[in-house]
């Protein structure tokens, strides 16, 4: 994984709004563009009302006219890893591929790469409906 894509993670975890938790989590993709699309979790007093760090870089790489996920970092300070959760799992797949490779960081660097298809084995998609 790129040095860039790393340090965008982790610049988008320092602009985290999680007040309630405090567990600032960062994410970054990088598109079919080439392009670089960063997030962070944005929490809310009314607790469900919060959402995660991979949804706020999904959005940004929708509304930059990108559509497909070629490798993803997640990164949270106080974890040793961040695997995305599972309703990340399934926006994630949406936009990537069974081989599109996350990679879980700490404040060091990368630290295990899992591909989607590790991530959600059996996953909710047009494949198992037919
Ligand atoms: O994959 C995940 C899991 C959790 N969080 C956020 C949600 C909440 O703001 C905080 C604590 O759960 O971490 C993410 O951003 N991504
Ligand atoms: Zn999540």
């Known amino acids: ?14 602009l985290a709004h999680a007040p309630y938790s405090k567990f ?15 997030g962070a979790n944005i929490e809310n007093l009314s607790f469900p ?10 959005s940004q790489m929708i509304m930059g006219g990108a559509r ?5 970092a997640v990164i949270a300070e106080k ?10 799992r399934q926006k994630i ?7 599109t490779p996350i990679y879980l960081c700490d ?3 990368v630290k295990k790469t899992m591909t989607m298809e590790e991530l959600l084995p ?9």
């Open 1 to 14: 994984m790129s040095h860039d894509l790393f340090e965008a993670a982790r610049a988008a975890m320092s």
């Open 24 to 38: 600032p989590v960062g994410a970054a993709i990088r598109a079919e563009d080439g392009k670089i699309y960063a």
């Open 49 to 58: 009302q919060g959402w995660c760090a991979e949804p706020t870089a999904i």
């Open 68 to 72: 497909k996920i070629v490798e993803m």
């Open 79 to 88: 974890l040793p890893l961040c695997p995305p959760c599972g309703g990340c």
């Open 93 to 99: 797949a949406e936009f990537a591929t069974a081989k």
């Open 107 to 109: 404040e060091t660097g």
């Open 122 to 130: 059996h996953g909710f998609s047009t494949d198992v409906i037919g």
